[in-house]
């Protein structure tokens, strides 16, 4: 198997636990803090807003039409491919004491006179605020009952205290990512919250493979406090997280310049995610399980009494 880290002492992981908990606990505070002061920049997923779908008799120039919409006060507009590349959807914000109607004649005459292709006007939607109250909450929902099937899947193939762990960084994750879209005002849609989602499950298969080797070295290894049973632990894991991290985060930054506006915060979140959740998986994870008191008796395998093993053999 390739490796990254060949012959590698032991590297001293808990040494900076007491620090890096610190670090973490203040960063989502801070999370919260801007959360709940600035707000998040919601996309029309949530807000709600003007869909337009237009069709042209030749394939679309996307950006094009992205220029002649921000050029003429729509800048707020989302352009993408719909169907074939003939097809464009534009969504549009809510606008005030104007009719969904009125902006798409408006929208309609503006690409007619900037294309030498004729657009026809294919339908226009009105998706109103009540959808996005009904996004958001299911969303909520969802990250609430992702994270606590974890933390049950956690607990019966573990420990309590890995459940607990586990389940931490998670929430770890999900608000410093939640909390770097506010201070920077990035626009949270759907495929922010699915980006989200996304990064539950990398975070949680790293934590997962970290327990695992925990768990197998704790009744493996005779001597050694817990610490430095973890720290060989997190050593050892350590090439497979970083191939595993360096070769999806070469993808994501694929998907970042090339991938185009659409999905520009999906890949922010999830670059960001793979980031935070390597670090939550070593110092959030395993340090809390060890703050708890996890020990070598805590992860031996339960002797199961067999029926009858107490009487005495019979001999024929």
């Known amino acids: 198997m390739f490796q990254i880290l060949k012959n ?11 620090l890096a908990m610190v670090f973490s606990a203040a960063l989502m505070i801070a999370s919260v803090a801007m959360v709940s002061t600035k707000g998040l920049n919601l996309g029309l997923d949530f807000t709600g807003g003007t869909v337009i779908e237009v069709g042209y008799s030749q394939e679309a120039n996307l950006q094009n039409i992205r220029q002649t919409l921000e050029g003429n006060g729509f800048d707020d507009a989302v352009v993408q491919s719909f169907g074939s590349p003939r097809d464009v959807l534009i969504r549009l914000a809510p606008r005030q004491d104007v009719k969904p ?32 109250d009904e996004l958001a909450e299911k969303g909520g929902l969802a990250m609430l009952a992702a ?3 974890i933390m049950i899947y956690v ?46 499950g990398y975070s949680l298969n ?9 768990r197998e070295n704790f009744r493996k290894l005779r001597t050694g406090s817990p610490s430095e049973v973890i720290d060989i632990s997190l050593t050892q894991t350590m090439s497979r997280t970083l191939i595993t991290s360096l070769t999806t985060i070469i993808v994501l930054f694929a998907l970042f310049f090339k991938g185009g506006a659409l999905i ?41 009494e067999k029926e009858g093993e107490d009487q005495e053999e019979m001999h024929l």
């Open 206 to 214: 790293d934590t997962i493979v970290v327990s695992d080797r925990i």
């Open 8 to 18: 590698v002492s032991t590297i001293s992981f808990m040494k900076w636990r007491k």
């Open 264 to 304: 520009h915060g999906f890949a922010t979140a999830l670059l960001f995610g793979v980031f935070i959740g390597t670090y939550s998986s070593i110092y959030v994870a395993s340090s809390i399980a060890l703050s708890l008191g996890i020990t070598k008796e805590d992860l031996m395998p339960v002797e199961v």
């Open 101 to 132: 109607e009125t902006i798409g004649s408006q929208v309609l005459e503006l690409l007619n006179s900037n294309s030498d292709q004729e657009v026809k006007m294919r339908r226009i939607e009105f998706v109103g605020p009540k959808v996005g």
């Open 155 to 200: 607990a019966l193939r573990f420990e309590w205290r890995f459940a607990l762990g586990s389940v931490f960084a998670l929430a770890h994750d999900v608000f410093l990512t939640v909390g770097l879209f506010s201070l920077l005002q990035l626009e949270f849609d759907l495929t922010v919250l699915a980006a989200i989602l996304a990064v539950i």
């Open 147 to 149: 994270l606590i099937c």
